[in-house]
């Protein structure tokens, strides 16, 4: 089976941990430890959290200041439109910018949020 593993830069690594468990990711460690932890998001799909300075180690570069610049917007499923917003409202409530309302493009409803280090995240569900 593929896995597909996302691996970020945080600020601080609990509170960013703390942020994703509030929109249901789920870790099996209590607290984070070193300079990284592993959240699953689905059976296949993992979020890694870096603290900066660990990620620009394993990447060799800096990592992208995300009040100028995006380097990538992580698209998830949901299984309705209102998942979609649920979602996004979570993740608005435990401090991150949702990215305004959810756009519909044919079967396609979408919606946006920046975490608590800026990455922008959307949700999506596809209809039919």
Do not use: C, K
């Amino acid at each position: 089976m593929t896995m597909t593993f996302i691996n970020l830069p945080v600020r601080d690594l609990t509170t960013a941990t703390e942020f994703y468990r509030a929109i249901g990711f789920t870790n099996d460690q209590a607290e984070p430890d070193g300079d990284s932890t592993v959240l699953t998001i689905s059976d296949s799909t993992r979020l890694v959290l870096h603290l900066r300075s660990g990620f620009e180690a394993y990447t060799g570069v800096a990592a992208t200041d995300t009040a100028t610049s995006r380097e990538v917007i992580v698209g998830l499923s949901a299984s309705s439109r209102g998942q979609v917003d649920e979602l996004v409202d979570q993740a608005a409530v435990a401090g991150g910018e949702s990215l305004g309302p959810g756009m519909a493009n044919g079967p396609m409803y979408m919606r946006g949020f920046r975490d608590l280090d800026g990455h922008q995240w959307s949700f999506l569900h596809m209809a039919g």
